[in-house]
């Protein structure tokens, strides 16, 4: 009879080599299907019995505990601790006449011609600011919530209505990004029928509407917007700016232009120029974001198409960490990328030079000339223009500096000047993330929920070994819809242990951990390392700081079952019997 203690060992170095391997590949610890995530009981879909489709997640309110969708034709608001329970719907499609106005203009081919939900941001405390495509004739609506989530009240508020144009896309396929604050809404918006006028728009508010330069490629060109988000630059708001995050074709290329990552900026106390740049931004910046990996031959490759932005809040509200899901654009090689930025490294790349053609081949270069005063991007009255009021009263020579160079010279690189993790040669591609600060026995980690164009979310950690090396864990893979379909939105709530998912067929809200999937034996438990789960002397469950020492077993740094599982054999014989993922 072989000792019970050989079999324990055989079956932990078994398990050692299965979670190697899973690590060194990208291969998830564990892997459900749709059928088996909801056996688990630890996932609920939603979605209409009506004829709609695209949906994506718009707003959370934690407050009133919803979650605000938006669909085609569609406004729902669902409980945010249960998605199942009976939703709340506004139904809004758009007017006959536009939809026959839509088809009659050519479009309608690809589903077009209806009222897609791009836009729904609080106004105040009682009622959101909507804004749809409506069938190529974009269109906003306010809409009462009322005070608290118990009163059901979820309505449009008669005679709101009103033209949605430099707010929303006239094309429900072009992506775009808003943000209101303060009353004020900012959009990254395609602004015309075409869809070949995009631009950065201010609207609303008390200050006056502006917008980027029109049809000048040094300032945007063929821009996806993506996200945006004010990041206070110091103590004084007056220095507050809003930072967003696109990609565009780019001049700068040796060959033509490409397709690069930008990240922008813009003060909020912006109101445009006296003379020149009149109703236009005057404080508008881009810098290039680089997401790059060095090959053993030293060949660099780009991973240029960013595909979202995660902002992870840090005690400082003024140095958020930056996330960034990159994908490759190449037909030979294919891969996705997530790099984490800081705002100080951000920062460093707008307060140096700016980029300038010169020479007799017109390349481009470090300005080396004089720069104007104040320095083009500072906000008037902030802390390094206390004397100025407006922007209106920078100098003509400050805002045909602006106009020219709007573009900084340097890129802004990842910390480690490397990417956090790579997957290439896979069958899918990253779309968007979420991040989750979890505490453990032994540290703090960030936990990386990232949703694929194949309709599955991984759970990924990435742990520092000795000499800078990093340890990729893809803790698990789930497949969150019933027909496959990419992710378009995650939205995460720490404080409820939940996940939020949407694509084109649905949404579903998710645990953010099903610690019994590992295994049942002390050493499953601990070889998986993920910071939400430990063993509690019975089982594989939830972390918690109030459990009792003695009897929590959980390792992440290690995952060092020998060490953590002593006394602990109930089932141990288990580990070895697993399949590798």
């Not at 998830?28 to 709609?52: D, G, H, Q």
């Not at 700016?241 to 033509?256: M, S």
């Not at 490409?258 to 445009?272: F, I, Q, S, T």
Request: net charge neutral; hydrophobic share 35%.
């Amino acid at each position: 009879m072989v000792p019970w203690a050989t079999l324990l060992l055989l079956g932990l170095l078994f398990s050692c080599c299965c979670l190697g391997h899973s690590s060194l590949t990208g291969a998830p610890r564990v892997y459900l299907t749709y059928k088996e995530l909801l056996e688990t009981r630890t996932a609920r879909p939603f979605s209409f019995n009506f004829n709609t489709s695209d949906y994506r997640i718009l707003l959370v309110d934690q407050d009133q505990e919803r979650l605000y969708l938006g669909a085609r034709d569609f406004l729902v608001a669902l409980d945010l601790h249960n998605i199942n329970k009976e939703p709340l719907i506004i139904h809004w499609p758009a007017l006959p006449n536009q939809e026959n106005e839509c088809r009659l203009a050519g479009k309608g081919q690809r589903g077009e011609c209806f009222n897609y939900i791009r836009l729904m941001e609080p106004l105040n405390r009682t009622h959101l600011y909507a804004c749809g495509t409506g069938a190529y004739h974009p269109v906003c609506i306010l809409i009462n919530r009322g005070w608290r989530s118990e009163e059901y009240l979820f309505r449009m508020v008669p005679h709101s209505l009103e033209p949605g144009k430099g707010k929303c896309p006239y094309d429900p396929r072009q992506p775009s990004m808003a943000v209101l604050i303060n009353n004020t809404l900012y959009a990254g918006v395609h602004v015309d029928f075409m869809g070949t006028d995009a631009a950065l728009f201010r609207t609303m508010g008390p200050r006056p509407a502006i917008r980027t330069e029109q049809h000048d490629s040094r300032w945007l060109y063929d821009p996806v917007f993506l996200q945006a988000h004010v990041i206070p630059d110091s103590s004084d708001h007056n220095d507050d700016k809003l930072y967003f995050f696109f990609r565009e074709k780019a001049l700068e290329g040796a060959v033509g232009p490409a397709v690069l990552a930008r990240v922008g900026r813009v003060c909020l106390n912006d109101d445009g120029g006296q003379r020149s740049l009149l109703n236009k931004w005057t404080t508008f910046l881009k810098a290039r974001l680089v997401c790059s990996v060095i090959g053993e031959d030293g060949v660099e490759t780009f991973f240029d198409e960013l595909r979202d932005v995660f902002l992870l809040p840090t005690q400082d509200e003024k140095h958020p960490l930056l996330y960034g899901v990159f994908s490759t654009l190449g037909s030979v090689f294919r891969g996705s990328a997530v790099c984490v930025y800081s705002m100080a490294d951000i920062r460093t790349v707008f307060n140096g030079p700016f980029a300038h053609k010169e020479g007799h081949n017109y390349q481009w270069g470090p300005y080396t000339g004089r720069v104007p005063y104040p320095r083009p991007g500072a906000c008037p009255g902030g802390t390094f223009t206390p004397g100025l009021r407006s922007t209106r009263e920078f100098s003509d020579e400050l805002v045909t500096f602006v106009r020219a160079h709007p573009l900084m010279f340097h890129a802004v690189y990842p910390l480690q000047r490397r990417p956090l993790l790579v997957r290439t040669n896979v069958p899918y591609s990253f779309t968007t993330l979420a991040v989750d600060l979890v505490d453990a026995v032994d540290g703090r980690y960030e936990v990386l929920f990232l949703g694929t164009d194949q309709g599955t979310v991984q759970k990924v950690i990435v742990l520092p070994k000795e000499q800078g090396i990093l340890e990729e864990l893809t803790l698990e893979e789930v497949e969150v819809f019933r027909v496959p379909a990419p992710v378009k939105t995650l939205w995460i709530s720490s404080k409820r242990q939940q996940l939020y998912v949407s694509s084109d067929m649905g949404v579903s809200q998710l645990s953010l951990h099903r610690c019994r999937e590992y295994g049942e034996a002390c050493a499953d438990c601990c070889l998986a390392r993920d910071p939400y789960c430990a063993w509690d002397g019975q089982r594989c469950a939830r972390y918690s700081h109030t459990a009792k020492r003695r009897s929590r077993r959980q390792d992440i740094k290690h995952g060092d079952p020998l060490r953590q599982c002593r006394g602990f054999n109930a089932k141990a014989t288990t580990v070895g019997s697993q399949t590798c993922a």
